[in-house]
């Protein structure tokens, strides 16, 4: 195995969700255009995260990186080896190495299994006898994400959201995995619990080698974990780059209009500050404008931006730095 | 928004503030002993105002909203204080009572659309439903006012959405449809337990916007849960900040984030990063883990996690309950060091480790 490359390269990924039409027209199916083409690689103990719209096909690229939904094309490479088409059945391993943290504290856990049996599952389910035995490793588990080892034997419900999303955690580290694709990992978290998970999250990947790929809405912490940054829009990569170039020399219009739109927690910072807000039609997966996806709100769009699609290439001076705009901000 | 104006028998003829919680103590009988999740609340919030409640997950804020809302009808939990809407008390009211109240003044935006959203219907039913459960109209005109509140917001194409299960939405669409289905009767009470956590934030914008709107088209009152300071600062025109089922700090939103006076406070804002700032290496959480909500320190709560209770004399954080008193200005804070001393710490000791 080569350290040098890439953990997970992701190349020309797509998955269309089946929909059924109104009316007459029932039965054509139209396709939601989830994830239409997205390609990226994530380096060895790296933090990369993707940002963007709700609904522009994140958790769908998270699932099918997990092989928790099969692609409709498009390849997905773990250490080299393609998983998008591997059977059910062969991807015992796979669940192993790759762990996923979900978005909804609330869907994910098992409401008739106690705390001690969802933490510990992973154990069962791939029959692994951790030293000093499952009970105690499930309890240091407990501790190490902020709950008390007396949880041990309670139910879901009697937790808030956030000790619950520390509930998913837990389990997640369970395995000790290779790779944790964590989708809206901290934002159930108040900021205390968030800042120890996130010091835990770094932790971990120093001491075992984590790679990370996260998906969060919270822009400050994006900055704060990631290596870099890719950011989506409706189905595609609009814009990738290392984080501070991504966070001071934004080039896409979308990625400009997201980050003039953070909350900032400062009163007086409420007047001061110039927001880009965004006008114009919200466009549907279903049927995506043609040319340049975003140009139905861009203020920037021109006559090309309504029939050619920009391609995603390096932009500026920093090297990796990929935006898709035929007219790229310039700061 | 909606054409429907919800009439109510008793019009609201009530002076002062239209949400008044006083005393306010939830506890659940558990196998393990009491949980006390609200222990002693007390806050208010007029009309055309919002309130934000921020604190530490599990310090009482939803159960806290729940309770407004009469949601907690288990068996095992206990209610007592008093929480007035529009001059009228709902501890103790009949259930018909609280669920009419229910549509037609208050409407909650839950932390968690899921469980919010019956599985086995579509979208657009459950708007539908919740619609016409309180306002008499035709199915065919709640099912255009269903897509007319997708669309507001910022559902795209709602008409051909309106149809979809919950599954087939995203995160942050479910979030969208839900505050879809509470804004749809014009609540005069608007909570939102986390409204935007699952949104990115243009869309997030998008929806504060949209809550902004609804209150000075209808002069709501809104409170809004949230663990994102950022959101509060920008809409909240007064904050509690909660801490083990009690209030540690209460305030107008320039006089938290201006001179935030608890050290708990203190310790949430050194704990985000700061979008406003250069990044850091690591963030500065709160040391120790949260109190157990059965068997919740003596004193002052916070107590077990405090850096400052060595600068209180005697053994007072340990022993004595801090109530929240006005350190000034109506600024309320729970803590046994003096005003000036507090003020002192955060001049010299807290903001410029924040900067
Ligand atoms: N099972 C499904 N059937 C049909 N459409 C689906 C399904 N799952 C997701 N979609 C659609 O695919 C698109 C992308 O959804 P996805 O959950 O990946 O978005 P997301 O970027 O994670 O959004 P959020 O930030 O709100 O969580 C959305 O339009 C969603 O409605
Ligand atoms: N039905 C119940 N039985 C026992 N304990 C409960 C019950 N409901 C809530 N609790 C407890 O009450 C406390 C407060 O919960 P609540 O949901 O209000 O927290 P929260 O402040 O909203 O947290 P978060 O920010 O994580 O959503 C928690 O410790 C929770 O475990
Ligand atoms: S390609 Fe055109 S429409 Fe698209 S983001 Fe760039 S300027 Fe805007
Ligand atoms: S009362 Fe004591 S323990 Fe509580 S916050 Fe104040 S100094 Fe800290
Ligand atoms: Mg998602
Ligand atoms: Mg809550």
């Known amino acids: ?331 | 928004m909606s054409l429907m104006t919800p009439t109510s028998p008793e019009a609201s003829r009530h002076t002062g503030p239209y949400l008044q919680v006083e005393d306010l103590r939830v506890h659940f009988e558990t196998d393990d002993g009491t949980v006390k999740s609200v222990d002693g609340l007390s806050f208010a919030v007029e009309k055309g105002k919002t309130l934000g409640i921020v604190g530490e997950s599990g310090s009482g804020k939803s159960v806290t909203s729940m309770a407004v809302m009469g949601l907690h009808t288990s068996k095992n939990a206990r209610i007592s204080g008093s929480i007035k809407v529009d001059g009228q008390e709902l501890v103790g009211a009949p259930i018909d009572v609280v669920r009419r109240l229910r549509g037609q003044k208050m409407a909650m935006i839950f932390q968690d659309p899921l469980s919010a959203m019956h599985p086995y219907y579509t979208v657009g039913n459950q708007i539908v439903e919740a619609y016409r459960i309180h306002n008499d109209v035709s199915k065919k005109a709640a099912r255009a006012h269903a897509i007319d509140m997708l669309d507001r917001v910022g559902i795209p194409s709602p008409r051909d959405r309106v149809d979809a299960y919950p599954h087939q939405f995203s995160g942050g669409m479910r979030q969208r449809a839900m505050i879809a289905m509470a804004l749809s009767c014009d609540p005069s009470l608007l909570i939102a337990d986390e409204p935007t956590t699952a949104l990115d934030v243009t869309v997030q914008a998008q929806i504060l916007d949209l809550i902004r709107d609804l209150q000075r088209e209808f002069h709501s009152a809104v409170v809004i849960i949230t663990h994102d300071l950022g959101v509060v600062a920008e809409l909240a025109d007064d904050i509690v900040v909660m801490y083990a089922g009690r209030k540690a700090e209460h305030g107008s939103a320039e006089q938290l984030f201006g001179e935030p006076q608890h050290p708990y406070a203190w310790g949430l804002l050194g704990s985000m990063p700061r979008f406003d700032r250069p990044p850091t290496e690591r963030l500065l959480p709160i040391k120790g883990t949260p109190p157990s909500l059965i068997n919740v320190p003596e004193g002052c709560a916070f107590n077990p996690r405090c850096e400052f209770s060595s600068r209180v004399p005697g053994e007072r954080c340990v022993t004595d309950r801090p109530e929240a008193l006005d350190a000034g200005g109506g600024h309320r804070v729970a803590c046994h060091l003096p005003t000036a001393q507090r003020r002192q710490i955060w001049a010299d000791e807290i903001a410029p480790r924040l900067a």
């Open chain 1, 1 to 331: 195995m080569n350290d040098a490359a890439p953990l997970l390269e992701v190349e020309d990924l797509v998955k269309h969700f089946p929909v059924k039409g109104r009316g007459l027209l029932q039965r054509a199916t139209q396709a939601v255009q989830a994830v239409d083409g997205v390609s990226f690689s994530v380096r060895r103990g790296e933090t990369f995260s993707i940002v963007g719209e709700s609904g522009c096909g994140k958790s769908t690229t998270a699932r099918l990186v997990t092989r928790l939904l099969a692609p409709t094309s498009g390849t997905v490479r773990l250490d080299g080896k393609d998983i998008s088409t591997l059977p059910e059945r062969q991807l015992r391993p796979l669940r192993r190495d790759v762990q996923m943290i979900f978005q909804d504290p609330y869907s994910s856990l098992n409401p008739r299994h106690t705390v001690g049996k969802i933490v510990g599952a992973p154990f069962r389910l791939q029959d692994v006898e951790p030293e000093g035995g499952r009970k105690r490793a499930v309890q240091e588990l407990l501790s190490l994400v902020g709950l008390s080892p007396e949880h041990y034997n309670r139910y879901p419900h009697e937790f808030s959201g956030g000790q619950r999303q520390r509930i998913g955690i837990a389990r997640t580290l369970a395995l000790k995995p290779k790779l944790i694709v964590a989708d809206e990992p901290v934002s159930a978290l108040d900021v205390s619990i968030q800042a120890q998970v996130v010091n835990l999250l770094e932790d971990l990947q120093d001491e075992l080698g984590l790679t990370y790929v996260m998906i969060a809405h919270d822009l400050s912490v994006v900055r704060h974990v990631s290596d870099r940054v890719a950011v989506m829009y409706l189905g595609k990569i609009v814009e990738v780059a290392d984080r501070d170039d991504l966070y001071e020399h934004p080039r896409h219009p979308y990625t400009a209009a997201m980050l003039s739109a953070v909350p900032v927690p400062d009163t007086r910072r409420r007047t001061e500050r110039e927001r880009i807000r965004l006008q114009g039609d919200v466009p549907s997966p279903i049927d995506p404008p043609p040319g340049c996806r975003f140009h139905t709100r861009c203020w920037k769009a021109t006559e090309v931006c309504r029939t050619e699609e920009p391609p995603l290439v390096q932009i500026g001076p920093a090297p990796g730095h990929l935006a898709a705009c035929h007219h790229p901000e310039e700061k």
